[in-house]
């Protein structure tokens, strides 16, 4: 699991961040209970006992993590809010600095704005917050096999080329840094 999740994290920042929203989802659906984590999840992996006990490992970490920053009902890991918070950074710059990065998000933000009137008056976080909801909600609409829109679809790959775009410039930006 952590190679996972540290492999999504190196190659789509936006990838890693809604693959953990799922990690904190799937531990709540299990109300943080350690035994039936290890029981139910962990324990159907088709893999060694040895890698069992990493991955049982890597969620128990989760889970303290989780319980630790108070979010085991709701919430991200501070982690996750912290890289939104950078993603949303390189946005604005990007806005100001990139046209192909500019058109990208003219074609998103209609949408952004209809989700920002559909939550009549609730704090749906930045513009890049709102992207990465859309797509993970879609994710979870047909996940739990919801029939989901057009119009639901055509904001998801509005946003998912948002979150592709910057993810790419995030890695670029963080490959130079560490050279």
């Not at 006990?53 to 969620?59: G, R, S, V």
């Not at 128990?60 to 950074?89: F, P, S």
């Amino acid at each position: 699991m952590q190679s996972v999740a540290e492999n999504k994290k190196s190659q789509n920042i936006a990838e890693y961040i809604i693959y953990m929203y799922q990690m904190e989802d799937l531990i709540r659906s299990y109300q943080g209970n350690a035994d039936e984590i290890k029981t139910f999840v962990v324990e159907k992996y088709p893999v060694s006992e040895d890698e069992k006990k990493e991955i049982a490992d890597w969620y128990l970490t989760l889970l303290d993590q989780m319980k630790t920053q108070d979010i085991l009902e709701q919430g991200h890991l501070d982690e996750l809010n912290k890289l939104v918070g950078e993603l949303a950074q390189l946005h604005w710059r990007l806005l100001k600095t990139d046209f192909t990065y500019f058109e990208v998000f003219g074609k998103a933000k209609p949408f952004i704005l209809e989700a920002v009137t559909q939550a009549e008056g609730l704090v749906l976080g930045s513009e890049i917050q709102i992207c990465l909801n859309g797509v993970y909600g879609l994710l979870l609409c047909r996940l739990l096999g919801k029939k989901v829109s057009d119009e639901q679809s055509k904001a998801a790959d509005a946003y998912g080329d948002i979150l592709s775009t910057l993810s790419y410039h995030y890695r670029v930006r963080n490959s130079i840094s560490k050279n």
